[in-house]
T-cell receptor, first 114, second 113 residues
Framework: QQQVKQSPQSLIVQKGGIPIINCAYE??????FPWYQQFPGKGPALLIA?????SEKKEGRFTISFNKSAKQFSLHIMDSQPGDSATYFC?????????????FGQGTTLQVKP | DAGVTQSPTHLIKTRGQQVTLRCSPI?????VSWYQQVLGQGPQFIFQ???????GRGNFPDRFSARQFPNYSSELNVNALLLGDSALYLC????????????FGSGTRLTVV
């Protein structure tokens, strides 16, 4: 119940394409769903996050779609660029919890070809 | 402003040894969390500290321990190192421990040989 399942494991797209990364969860107590971007040798950096009371959130070229009934959420990267090549992690947390514990998916390595 | 700083950046230890990793949170942040990231996997929660008190602990053996100091910096200690402890150890800080706006450091890469 504490798992977050992420797919695909890796993804290759051409510049300008729209990679889509999917995540699924079981614990309905989760109420905060962030996406992190990680470059080699760096820590994860928060990209965008959503709460279950909205179905979509956009920030720049990044969009989260959220399906509460299916317990799934996904990240879309519009007009992808070679600089977007990185590893992406979805995560989930109980925002009201005082432990701040994030449950991460296993990651998706994205390569955007020029 | 300085972000979350971790030291050392890289470390090589022998099986059975002990290691101490250090983290300084963003100024004003009172909570520090530690995560272990094994190569090819997502980070796994180890500990969270807030105001020097342990608030949460992940599914890690007692060989892992941590503490937080009055200046909110933190140390993670791992005793009796195993080969499987080889990983990137990440520190994240937040104002009061909430998951929103976690800021991660660049991590300490620990290799156990």
């Amino acid at each position: 119940q504490q798992q977050v399942k992420q797919s695909p494991q890796s993804l290759i797209v051409q510049k300008g394409g729209i990679p889509i990364i999917n995540c699924a969860y079981e614990n309905t107590a989760f109420d905060y769903f962030p996406w992190y971007q990680q470059f080699p040798g760096k820590g994860p950096a928060l990209l965008i996050a959503i709460r279950p009371d909205v179905s979509e959130k956009k920030e720049g070229r990044f969009t989260i779609s959220f399906n509460k009934s299916a317990k799934q959420f996904s990240l879309h990267i519009m007009d992808s660029q070679p600089g977007d090549s990185a590893t992406y992690f979805c995560a989930a947390s109980i925002g009201s919890s005082n432990t701040g514990k994030l449950i991460f998916g296993q990651g998706t390595t994205l390569q955007v070809k020029p | 402003d300085a972000g979350v700083t971790q030291s050392p950046t890289h470390l090589i230890k022998t099986r059975g040894q002990q290691v101490t990793l250090r983290c300084s949170p963003i100024s004003g942040h009172k909570s520090v969390s530690w995560y272990q990231q094994v190569l090819g996997q997502g980070p796994q929660f180890i500990f969270q500290y807030y105001e020097k008190e342990e608030r949460g602990r992940g599914n890690f053996p007692d060989r892992f321990s941590a503490r937080q100091f009055p200046n909110y910096s933190s140390e993670l200690n791992v005793n009796a190192l195993l080969l499987g402890d080889s990983a990137l150890y990440l520190c994240a800080s937040s104002f009061q421990g909430e998951p929103y706006g976690y800021t991660f450091g660049s991590g300490t890469r620990l290799t156990v040989v």
